[in-house]
């Protein structure tokens, strides 16, 4: 399995035409959702694939959705999100369901030139597994949090093989009275933790792991454009904890000021291509 894919310098030559897209998005605060290190990593990514179609589990307000038709005009987008009343914008022309990504019936949609794209907060080794049985090739995973954080099973964790425990997490337990309490009172966390499934204990394990070296052949982390002293859980951003990438920056420089500002949302977005 190989952790390289695009170069650095490919990737720095990207910026300015993302940056001029980046300009025009639609007017909303995307919190909770994708800020510029990883919408600039799905421009490149998906430039670099030329899919014809996409497939975008995790809508939120439709930030990601708006940058998927401007990298890939072209593309079916087929968008699916258990909660479409959180949406914002809406592409004329993609496809909305409801429906889980395991529901959906794939068997009309091309497998070689169709990139999955998952910030679905869900298990991303089964959906790896189902899309990989399905005939799938092209998958990015935004949600792609090293062992010791994050609210679900992430590649990174499986290739580590440290498992996944949602109550080190702190996710909640479904109807515990501190969720109800933050229900009752409509706490902005709760509406956050509507789209966390109660996720399953995964015991720290080698088979993920093997999995992934048999079936994957590339498995990339797009790199971070800048690495902050600190991390957004406040400890040092160092290789032991947080291993990664090196930043495409080690200089600040003024014009790429965003990525700076929004540094801290960087979560390892990774590509799997299967084999
Ligand atoms: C972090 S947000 C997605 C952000 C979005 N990709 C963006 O453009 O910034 C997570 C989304 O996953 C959705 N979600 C939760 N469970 C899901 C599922 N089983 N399938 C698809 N989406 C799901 C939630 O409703 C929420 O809108």
Redesign the pocket.
């Known amino acids: 399995m190989n952790s390289k894919w695009l170069a650095n310098d490919d990737i720095v030559n990207e910026m300015e035409s993302f940056l001029k897209v980046y300009s025009q998005k639609p007017e909303l605060v995307?919190e909770?959702?994708?800020?510029a290190p990883?919408?600039f990593a799905c421009w490149v990514m998906l430039r670099a694939l030329r899919p014809t179609h996409i497939i975008?589990?995790?809508?939120?307000?439709?930030?990601?959705?708006?940058?998927f038709r401007k990298a890939a005009p072209q593309a079916k987008l087929i968008c699916?999100?258990?909660?479409p009343h959180?949406?914002y914008h809406t592409d004329q022309d993609a496809e909305y369901s409801e429906k889980?990504?395991f529901e959906y019936d794939w068997s009309d949609i091309p497998k070689d030139n169709t990139v999955l794209?998952?910030?679905?907060?869900?298990n991303a080794l089964e959906r790896l597994k189902f899309a990989s049985g399905k005939g799938f090739k092209h998958l990015i995973f935004?949600?792609n949090y090293p062992s010791t954080v994050g609210d679900c099973y992430s590649i990174k964790k499986a290739l580590a093989g440290t498992g996944f425990s949602p109550a080190k997490a702190g996710i909640l337990p479904k109807n515990t009275l501190k969720r109800r309490i933050k229900k009752l009172l409509g706490l902005k966390t709760f509406e956050f933790l509507?789209?966390?499934?109660h996720p399953s204990e995964i015991p720290p394990n080698e088979e993920d792991r093997k999995w992934m070296e048999d079936k994957a052949d590339i498995y990339f982390e797009f790199p971070p454009v800048y690495k902050m002293e600190k991390t957004r859980w406040g400890d040092s951003w160092d290789e032991a904890k947080y291993p990664g990438p090196q930043p495409l920056f080690t200089e600040y420089h003024e014009k790429y000021s965003l990525f700076y500002e929004e540094a801290l949302f960087y979560t390892w977005i990774c590509y799997v291509r299967l084999k």
């Open positions: 995307n909770g959702g994708m800020k990883h919408m975008e589990s995790g809508v939120w307000r439709g930030m990601g959705t708006w940058l699916l999100d258990p909660n959180f949406r889980d990504f794209f998952f910030d679905d907060h869900q935004e949600d509507r789209f966390v499934n």
